[in-house]
């Protein structure tokens, strides 16, 4: 039976966070069959939801929806990602109707990137201007009750709002464990900049959106103030964090980069000591992320949520050292994929 996911959140018991994961729509029918085939070794770690991205300038449309599909043919709670990017009010029609035919009751409601190529967005002709919009526009066709809204939310700002450090410009306390330092100086989202993106944030929680998922952030600090600004903006749904695991680390750099991203001192250098050697980048990222959950765990976090690029390594690593992978549940996954294999390796190790 599929589910909201604000109410499996609600149902969720035990000292034991939940996980999700979030994927992105492969570009190859090979991506998309490796994807598909993957899904059972997902399911068999028990994720609460599964998020599946929306490609940039609309482009992945019908396959988000169609992986979704997949997803809970696997037996998955699919989260489906839908942006107003080159999206006429008909193809929001399309997506949203689809989604509501196929059972899917969760939809990320965001603005989206512009696409690749261009550097302003734009809203096309008719289209929605901002995930505001949008939220408004399902709450409106669909009531509150057919689909969850999660929402995005920007521990340091929105990329757009976070600006270059003047020189001489003095900083506040809160303004310094915001900023990002960059190859070309120091960036802030300031404070009144920020308190704008805390009222649009509110806004769209007011209009419909049931939960937060956060932008990635390297610092727990910076999330911390996010969680306590929710709470001074009265924004009272649960907010979730996103976590970007670092993989590699020319993928690490350039997306930090793009996405003005703070990372403490500590962490770029430790990754800079072992970058070269591809095994030690993955365990650097095992360990951080799982000292990351850790803090985010005491910081009363109930949920985690896994940006994991479409690879299960570092996530899963991450899961093991926090004691959360069921080995069992994903040997039998592995079995059942290739049972063949299994067996013949079961013989020989006999
Ligand atoms: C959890 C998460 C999932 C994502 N998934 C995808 C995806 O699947 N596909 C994709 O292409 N991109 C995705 N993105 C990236 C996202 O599309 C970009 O960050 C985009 O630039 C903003 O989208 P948004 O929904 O946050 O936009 P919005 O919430 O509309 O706003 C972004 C910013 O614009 C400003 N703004 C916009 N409208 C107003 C207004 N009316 N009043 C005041 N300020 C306003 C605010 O500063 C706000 O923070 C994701 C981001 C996150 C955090």
Not at 55 to 64: E, F, I, P, R, V
Not at 108 to 114: K, S
Not at 229 to 245: D, S
Not at 311 to 339: H, I, Q, S, W, Y
């Amino acid at each position: 039976m599929a589910a909201r996911i604000d109410e499996l959140m609600a149902a969720h018991s035990g000292d034991a966070p939940w996980v999700a994961f979030e994927y992105y729509p492969p570009r190859t029918e090979d991506g998309v069959n490796n994807l598909k085939k993957k899904m059972p070794r997902f399911k068999a770690q028990k994720p609460l939801y599964i998020d599946m991205t929306f490609g940039a300038g609309g482009s992945t449309s019908d396959l988000t929806l169609d992986l979704c599909k997949e997803a809970k043919a696997a037996g998955l709670e699919p989260n489906m990602h839908l942006t107003c990017t080159n999206m006429p009010q008909e193809k929001i029609y399309e997506a949203l109707e689809g989604a509501k035919a196929a059972g899917i009751r969760n939809i990320v409601a965001l603005r989206g990137d512009p696409p690749l190529g261009q550097e302003r967005w734009e809203a096309v002709e008719g289209g929605f201007t901002c995930a505001l919009d949008l939220t408004k526009h399902i709450v409106k066709t669909y009531g509150k009750d057919q689909f969850c809204i999660s929402t995005a939310g920007y521990p340091e700002g929105h990329p757009g709002a976070i600006k270059k450090v003047a020189e001489g410009q003095e900083l506040s306390d809160k303004e310094k464990r915001r900023v990002v330092s960059l190859e070309d100086g120091d960036y802030v989202c300031s404070d009144a900049d920020f308190a704008k993106e805390m009222e649009y944030l509110k806004a769209k929680v007011d209009a419909g959106a049931s939960l937060i998922i956060t932008q990635m952030f390297f610092d727990v600090d910076v999330f911390a103030d996010f969680l306590e600004a929710c709470k001074e903006y009265g924004i009272t749904v649960p907010v979730i964090p996103g976590l970007m695991l670092v993989q590699n680390a020319g993928g690490f750099g350039r997306m930090t980069a793009f996405c003005k991203t703070r990372v403490p001192t500590s962490i770029r250098e430790g990754l800079e000591a072992v970058k070269e050697d591809d095994a030690a980048v993955k365990q650097f990222g095992i360990d951080l992320g799982a000292k990351m959950c850790e803090q985010l765990m005491a910081l009363g976090c109930k949920g985690l949520h896994f940006y994991t690029l479409n690879l299960e390594k570092v996530t899963f690593g991450v899961m093991r050292k926090l004691g959360l992978f069921d080995e069992d549940a994903a040997a039998a996954a592995a079995a059942a994929a290739e049972p063949a294999a299994a067996a013949s390796a079961g013989a020989a190790s006999a």
